[in-house]
């Protein structure tokens, strides 16, 4: 293969493996980011079930301060009025009817105040284990990129120190070439498949096809502007 064509390659390659590993580096920072974030709000969304349990029990304190006033009140109008000592009978009558129906009330929200607690406990329970089950998979992504991304850092720094070697290589207007088609984001070289560039499915001329296939000249497609190189 032309030794300029094998530079580019290589370059192609170099260009590839970096892509490949500043992937990698950047999934094991995002991971760790993502776990921790998740983290976050699972202890955030615990801290809100456990103020809200707390809520239901001042309001259920309350509640049951309320049935102890009525039911002493209660208790209170119906001795008066067993020992004959209502200054007045009916209104001490409606009295225990008032308290009766206010106790029954408050019995019920006493009551639906413990199933919500309940309801509340079972949410903390479960909000627990996520929060355990966060922690774990922050140490495994922290694990994860303390043993991964000092090796991938040094691989990259490995490979963009051969880059110039390979750039160094190659004519300036080859160099310019291959920077145009990195700032606009395309692969700098593509595969000849039957007789196309595999990249934009361009077809090549019969004799531009076997120059490729013998490597022994550079080209470029007409089309997309990419190196051609053999299929294998």
Known sequence: MNEELLAIVRIWENA??????????????????K??????????????????RKQIR??????????DTHQRQ?????KLIDLGQASDYQLATRQVESCKATIGDLETQILCSMEELDQVDLQIEKQRERVE????????????????????????SEFREVLPRLESELRLFHLEH??????????IVSRLRD?????????LAPQM????????RVHTCRHCGRYLVPAD
């Open 58 to 67: 001042q309001r259920e304190a309350r509640l049951l301060s309320k049935l």
């Open 16 to 33: 590839n493996a970096v892509s490949d590993l500043e992937a990698r580096c950047r999934a094991l920072v995002e991971s760790e980011r």
């Open 195 to 203: 007789g196309c560039c595999s990249s934009c499915h361009f077809m």
């Open 133 to 156: 089950a966060c922690k774990r998979a922050v140490a495994s992504s922290r694990e994860a990129t303390r043993q991964e991304l000092p090796g991938l850092e040094e691989r990259l």
């Open 209 to 216: 096809v076997n120059e490729v296939q013998s490597g022994a």
């Open 35 to 52: 776990a921790r974030k998740d983290l976050k709000l699972a202890i955030a969304e615990l801290d809100e079930q456990r103020a809200r």
């Open 74 to 78: 209660l208790r209170n109008t119906r």
């Open 178 to 187: 291959i920077k145009r088609l990195r700032q606009s984001g395309q692969s």
